[in-house]
């Protein structure tokens, strides 16, 4: 039983961080932040250290 548990823990974890991505992949932020055509931070100062 406390396996079940775990793993519903562990499966509702993993599918939050998939519907982030996929969120902010359609809003057209990119997880990279090195210069990507598409990077909101590609220009800033300090980006890319």
Do not use: F, Q, T
């Amino acid at each position: 039983m406390a396996d079940l548990v775990i793993l519903v823990g562990v499966a509702g974890a993993v599918a939050a961080i998939v519907w982030k991505k996929v969120k902010d992949m359609k809003a057209g932020k990119s997880g990279c932040g090195c210069g990507c055509l598409g990077c909101p931070g590609r220009g800033k100062k300090g980006h890319c250290r």
